[in-house]
């Protein structure tokens, strides 16, 4: 059996592929078939000429997402898909269907979401799973090159990890157990027998959240390492992240492309990320401290006027197109991609204007920012807007983090925490911390967060038993995922996302 995906060794051999319509057009005695079979995409071309049998009319009668199989030359053309098409001399129909619903034309999110089973096939889609599969692969190398075990944590929990108002709570033979928050905990006891380990499953939070940023369902990636402080930490996370990248855009360029990615900001994943304390990064918010000569206030009104220039030239160019859209003597071809081009200007604008509404509750937002306040996602995205790479934010304020996390040297206030933001609007990806490792101090902290200190008994003889420095981080998967395919939700970075609201299919 042969695939797209080995068509460049196949030049000028007959061979037989298997897959579905992706898109098909017709020409005088030709029709032109976009096959896709799960490793790409290609053009197939079938002959009246030289189709045998009933292939040429087996081939008129596909339509979109019909299964086939194709058998023809593969041939060399730098103007198709891949750079290979198959000139087709017998097709095969394996099933013809009823009319596929996700037509080519404009469908509103709530459709896909409801179709998402069917949704997966289209390019887009597809480049995006390709692309979360190499990053998923480049996860395990990384951490297996440098020694560590990946060693996993139990979905089902008896406590909370970082509180309790957002858990998903189920009964366990009778016992109330929760849907784990994180592996990080049980990662700590497997660091202390095993050195460096790291955890990769699937984690839940029950926020009632419906930002592009939240899922009820995703996968944590935490690595937990015995004798690191937080320094060793954030290098740990920077190499981390710059290997991902790096190994994506070597070997995912075609799909990125595809989705129609901007790459230059994460080819500046290489450079060493700025680190920067959160007392800083308040002052850098409020205007206070600029960046290489940057103020953050004055980038948010920069960003109006620019905003508002590239509106007035979309809507000119939707008036421009509009002409031809409307002008009857000009062929139905060219009046269908003006039209196709003017409902992308047109969403396009929609983008603006949500930005342009957003910025001045932006700039209020980071004008008045009190000290001691977590970052909310506009703040991040203030932040990062002053910089060219993702940024750490370190040293935060004790209340508004998880008990678990060191308290700073000589001052008990803030935390040995970290927070890795990704540039473009992408926020917060990586969360870590030194942990603590004094009991008393653990066990003042699950108080003061109103925890059960029962159950965390395991978690204080941790302290008890051969208590050493250490340190860990979580990175959230489907928003790396969306931040490198520079897609908006991440609804789409995960095959079935589970959502506020949203259980099927």
């Known amino acids: 059996m042969h695939y797209i995906a080995d068509l460049a060794t196949l030049e000028g051999k007959e061979i037989t592929l298997k897959g579905w319509v992706a898109n098909k057009r017709s020409g005088k005695g030709l029709e032109f078939i976009v096959l896709r079979d799960g490793t790409g995409f290609c053009q197939c071309v079938v002959s009246e000429e030289n189709a045998e049998g009933n292939s040429f009319s087996n081939a008129n009668g596909l339509s979109l997402e019909n299964s086939c199989e194709l058998t023809g030359t593969v041939v060399k053309d730098e103007k198709q898909i891949g750079g290979y098409e198959l000139q087709v001399t017998n097709v095969v129909v394996v099933h013809k269907g009823e009319e596929y619903p996700i037509q080519k034309k404009e469908h509103g999110v709530e459709f896909l979401m409801d179709k998402r089973h069917l949704w997966l096939r289209s390019k887009r ?4 799973l390709r692309v979360r599969n190499e990053i998923i692969f480049a996860i395990h190398k990384f951490f297996q090159e440098k020694g560590f075990m990946q060693a996993d944590a139990p979905l089902l929990t008896g406590n909370a990890c970082e509180g309790t108002t957002t858990l998903f ?3 366990f033979y009778g016992e109330e157990a929760f849907l784990s928050q994180s592996g990080q905990l049980y990662g700590e006891a497997m660091a202390m027998a095993l050195g460096k380990i790291y955890t990769f499953g699937p984690t839940f ?8 940023r ?3 369902e995703f996968w944590m990636i935490e690595p ?6 937080n320094a060793m930490n954030m290098d740990l996370i920077e190499q981390f992240l710059q290997k991902v990248v ?11 492309e595809l989705l129609g990615r901007d790459t230059a900001m994460l080819e ?14 308040v002052k850098m918010l409020r205007g206070e401290q600029e960046v290489n000569g940057r103020n953050a206030l004055q980038v948010l009104a920069d960003d109006i006027k620019t905003l508002e220039a590239e509106k007035v030239e979309k809507e000119k160019e939707i008036e421009e197109r509009e002409v031809t859209v409307n002008d009857s003597n000009v062929k139905k071809g060219v009046r269908n991609f003006n039209q196709n081009k003017i409902d992308t200007l047109k969403n396009d604008i929609k983008e603006i204007q949500e930005k342009l509404e957003n910025l001045p509750q932006w700039i209020e937002s980071a004008k008045n920012f009190k000290d001691g306040e977590d970052f909310g996602g506009s703040d991040e995205t203030v932040l990062t807007k002053l910089f060219d790479s993702p940024i750490m934010v370190f040293n935060w304020p004790a209340p508004i983090k998880a008990f678990y996390m060191k308290e700073l040297e000589g001052d008990s206030n803030y935390v040995k925490g970290v927070d890795v933001l990704a540039p473009e609007g992408y926020g917060e990806i990586v969360g870590g911390a030194e942990r603590e490792t004094n009991a008393e101090i653990l066990k003042r902290k699950i108080i003061e967060h109103d925890l059960p200190m029962e159950e965390f008994e395991w978690y204080l003889d941790l302290r008890r038993y051969g208590s050493v420095p250490h340190a860990g981080f979580g990175l959230g998967l489907e928003r790396l995922v969306s931040w490198i395919c520079g897609i908006s939700h991440v609804r789409e970075s995960i095959p079935f996302p589970r959502m506020y609201g949203r259980l099927m299919p």
């Open 125 to 128: 889609q597809w480049a995006i």
């Open 169 to 171: 709570a189920t009964d």
């Open 205 to 212: 939070r029950a926020e009632k959240s419906k930002t592009r």
């Open 214 to 216: 939240h899922l009820s």
């Open 224 to 229: 937990e390492m015995a004798f690191y402080n």
């Open 246 to 256: 790096k190994d994506v855009l070597i070997n995912k360029k075609d799909e990125l």
């Open 268 to 281: 500046k994943v290489s450079q060493p990320f700025p680190r920067i304390e959160y007392k800083d990064a």
